[in-house]
């Protein structure tokens, strides 16, 4: 049973903080690089950031480059996202996903677990 819950989401306003955390099970979590996807409605799901097995690299999407950051604690079995000045335009449902790479994928593709997903929404 692998599982990838998705916790921290919620409602905040614009230019505020939000901590989001993806607790996996079932897996060896050093054997993953993990990553964070967000899909708003009626909208494509969209890359966020990925992280490396061991936690040396990372990567942003365009939009969210400069105000997101991604940690990984494998001895926790948890990913973070910490989402710093917040915009209207991040309202999305967020996904955690795991990919058995040594790469850092910015794919869905790469992917092979996925969480059920937490809801941000900031208000203007």
């Known amino acids: 049973q692998v599982q990838l819950v998705e916790s921290g989401g919620g409602l905040v306003q614009a230019g505020g903080s939000l901590r989001l955390s993806c607790a996996a099970s079932g897996i060896t979590v050093s054997n993953y690089a993990m990553g964070w996807f967000r899909q708003a409605p009626g909208k494509e799901r969209e890359f966020v950031a990925a992280?490396?097995?061991?936690?040396?690299?990372?990567l942003f999407g365009d939009l969210v480059k400069g105000r997101f950051t991604i940690a990984r604690d494998n001895a926790k079995k948890t990913v973070y996202l910490q989402m710093n000045n917040l915009k209207p335009e991040d309202t999305a449902v967020y996904y955690c996903?795991?990919?058995?790479?040594?790469?850092?994928?910015?794919?869905?593709?790469?992917?092979?677990?996925w969480g059920q997903g937490t809801q941000v929404t900031v208000s203007s």
């Open positions: 992280i490396t097995r061991s936690g040396g690299s990372t």
């Open positions: 996903a795991a990919g058995a790479t040594m790469m850092l994928p910015s794919s869905k593709s790469a992917y092979n677990y």
